[in-house]
């Protein structure tokens, strides 16, 4: 296994709550895919789950070296979850073609919260 980028991301929940009350689905809408919406609100506090998430597809950003923006948007990414727990990545769109392009086989994650801070570390693997 070659590491080809890490990233990492530490994000205020409080700013998540912020953006959920602000902008509700149209934030939802823009940073997030369905499923991703679905997990974080069958839990209690979805904002922590959303927050980690947010700084996830941050860090995959950092790992592939693009920062979000136009070769890796917030929906070519999403973070889904094993039955055990286990958090992992699916790429679409210009996600899958920019791994693709770089000779990319996963993205690993693992992400982290408590009540002011939720954080992520990604490792794009060849």
């Known amino acids: ?21 602000k902008f509700g689905d149209r934030f939802l809408r823009r940073v997030f895919l369905p499923d991703e919406v679905a997990y974080c609100h069958s839990r209690k506090f979805p904002e922590l789950h959303l927050a980690a998430r947010f700084a996830a ?27 055990s727990g286990e958090p992992f990545v ?18 690993l994650v693992s992400l982290s919260h408590c009540q002011d801070y939720a954080a992520a570390q990604a490792i794009l693997v060849a």
């Open 1 to 21: 296994m070659k590491i080809l980028g890490t990233g990492i991301d530490i994000v205020e929940t409080g700013r998540i709550r912020g953006s959920l009350e």
């Open 57 to 83: 597809k941050e860090a995959i950003s950092k790992a592939f070296g693009t920062g979000i923006g136009k070769e890796l948007g917030w929906r070519d990414m999403e973070i889904c979850r094993r039955a």
């Open 90 to 107: 699916k790429l679409h769109g210009k996600g899958a073609a920019l791994a693709e392009a770089r000779g990319a086989t996963a993205v």
